[in-house]
């Protein structure tokens, strides 16, 4: 039965204002009204509406090409070898170069884009990112891999991948403040986990192109021999990846800008100076309401996502104003600046950051470097005709990727918001260490079905851990002023963790040896689960609610 939604004439304080929050978010959550009546609709978080499977379209595709890039540099580095060194091995360091250049363009895309989306809007900037991955990945594939030296092919591509980095960087930050400021609390973590879970798709998917293009050449090159005819397949593998990035840019570039996101741009202006007024924060918690009466009336209708923004937009038809979005932007830096110098805060901030910086260490050296894995399981293409060899190494990755990249990430989907983000971080990196250290232990005597079990349960914990909820955490515990920036921010401190394991594990491996390595990546593990108890539970928290019961405070006492 729906319920009545009122009119914003008929709101009336008294009767349903929440309770005030705490203004210390690691004691208390403040939880939205509107949760209480989702409670009602009987319908689990991982079941989606129409609109919000619109959204995971629109917001999930950079994912989607972020774990296919990853994915497809490894086969397309072994393809390089018979193009351009003859089967040899490729230059180490233009080697480390190469790969790495996709994370160190995401930490520039990742704090760049951040910072850009709470200063301009998201509107402003969503979708830019994607046209920055469309061009980049075109010229990728533009390579003159027969006109320049070998090496000056590598850095071509080398570069180039730098500038695909910085738009898949900035996908992180902008589809996660795009989602959480669309979802409704009861839902949110279920949604950005969905969202996440194309990097899951984007890998299963870069294995079987891989799979099937080479299939498509087996006679060019295996019968007639043309083994230069691998420059095409990973042209054609690379280039795949244009179809999804075209095919959500318009929705991306239309996408109207967020009511929450407006109206939140205004609280808080002149903390510094504690020129907040009772009317400012009356007004945003009485707006709350009148959001959450017409959000309401949409659940009624099982609608959702992209839909509810049109029907807020209407229950707050003024917006705001252009000098009021002027002086928000005047003053956002220090307001930020001002919000993260308080230790209750940047403990979060230090807390995202840093976990994601340790899980990205073990995750990357892990997934940039299969050929150490493909070796153990005997599918590392060592020997036959080059065609063969490059086949047997992509049934090898499907197996990695099918066993426990994808699973991983649904038992996350499944269970979020049952089981809470920091329950699930903390287990997943303690688990993704026990297998690590099996690994390690017992790297050359444990059997090859032994280790493709191993394996893929350290993959299986990954993605239904710290590899999920490093990513949601970001996006719901800072307020939606400055959201986006610390996401990026976290963001960004991970792919320093990635690139570091890019471009050490090689050298760390032959100097110590594998399983030498793997202890680290242990020792990484167990600092994220560390760490991860300076987070809150985000778990039906409202980040925005707090932030304005801290300015309510913070002008109570003459701040």
């Known amino acids: 039965m729906a319920h009545p939604s009122p009119s914003s004439s008929d709101y009336s304080p008294d009767q349903t204002t929440p309770t005030p929050p705490t203004a210390n978010p690691t004691h208390r959550h403040h939880h939205s009204n509107l949760e209480e009546y989702e ?41 390089l070898q018979y193009r351009l060194y003859n089967g040899h091995s490729l230059p180490t360091g233009l080697e480390g170069f190469m790969k790495a250049g996709a994370n160190i363009g995401s930490v520039i895309g990742q704090f760049g884009f951040g910072f850009a989306a709470d200063y301009f809007g998201r509107k402003a900037v969503y979708g830019k ?23 000056s092919a590598l850095i071509w591509l080398a570069v180039w ?12 930050p902008m589809s996660a403040s795009v989602t959480t400021e669309r979802a409704r609390i009861r839902r949110r973590g279920a949604l950005l986990a969905y969202i996440f879970s194309n990097q899951g798709w984007g890998s ?49 570039l239309r996408l109207p800008e967020s009511t929450r996101f407006e109206e939140m741009r205004k609280v808080g202006r002149h903390v510094e100076d504690g020129d907040v007024g009772g009317d400012e924060i009356a007004e945003l918690k009485d707006k709350k309401q ?20 049109g029907a807020l937009t209407q229950a707050v038809p003024h917006g705001v104003s252009k000098k009021e979005a002027i002086d928000a932007k005047s003053d956002h830096f220090k307001e930020f600046f001002h919000y993260f110098s308080e230790w209750r805060h940047l403990r979060i901030l230090l807390g995202t950051s840093i976990s994601w910086f ?15 894995v493909l070796q153990q399981i005997k599918f590392d293409g060592s020997s036959g005709t080059p065609w063969h060899r490059l086949f047997r190494i ?27 983000r920091k329950w699930i971080q903390t287990q997943g990196f303690l688990m993704a260490a026990l297998f690590l250290g099996v690994l390690a232990g017992k790297f050359h005597t444990l059997s090859t079905a032994s280790f493709v079990v191993c394996f893929a349960f350290l993959q299986f914990f990954f993605n239904f851990g710290a590899n999920s909820t490093t990513f949601i955490v970001p996006a719901e515990v800072f307020p939606t002023k400055f959201r986006a920036a610390a996401h990026g921010m976290s963001a960004a401190a991970g792919k320093a963790g990635a690139i570091i394991s890019a471009l050490a594990f090689n050298q760390l491996s032959k100097k110590l040896g594998t399983p030498a390595v793997l202890w680290i990546f242990f020792g990484c593990c167990i600092g994220g689960a560390v760490f991860t108890q300076l987070l809150p539970e985000s778990k039906g928290y409202d980040p925005d609610a707090v932030y304005a019961e801290e300015l309510a405070e913070a002008k109570r006492r003459g701040r």
């Not at 609709?41 to 994912?63: H, M, N, S």
């Not at 087996?218 to 593998?237: A, F, L, N, P, Q």
């Not at 017409?294 to 659940?299: I, L, N, W």
């Not at 340790?358 to 150490?372: E, K, R, S």
């Open 394 to 420: 992509s049934i090898g990755n499907l197996i990695i990727t099918a066993l426990g990249f994808v699973p991983g990430y649904y038992a996350t989907i499944l269970t979020i918001e049952k089981l809470g």
């Open 161 to 172: 991948r730098i500038i695909l980095g910085i738009g898949v960087g900035g996908d992180y």
């Open 204 to 252: 299963l998917v870069g294995s079987l192109v891989f799979m099937i293009v080479l299939l498509c050449y087996k006679h060019t090159m295996d019968v007639e021999g043309h083994t230069s005819k691998v420059d095409g397949v990973w042209r054609i593998c690379v280039g795949l990846s244009l179809v999804p990035a075209f095919g959500t840019l318009y929705q991306r």
């Open 358 to 372: 340790l899980l990205d260490i073990a995750f990357y050296g892990i997934n940039l470097n299969q050929n150490v």
């Open 129 to 151: 990112e994607l046209m920055l991955i469309i061009f980049a990945t075109i010229m990728c594939i533009s390579d003159p891999t027969g006109d320049i030296s070998p090496s």
């Open 39 to 79: 409670e009602l609709t009987g319908r689990p978080p991982f079941v989606l509406t129409y609109t919000e499977i619109k959204l995971l379209g629109i917001a999930g595709v950079g994912f989607f090409l972020d774990a296919y890039d990853l994915f497809i540099i490894n086969p397309v580095a072994t393809m």
């Open 290 to 309: 009148v959001n959450e009466s017409a959000t309401e009336k949409e659940v009624s209708q099982e609608s959702s996502g992209i839909e509810v923004e």
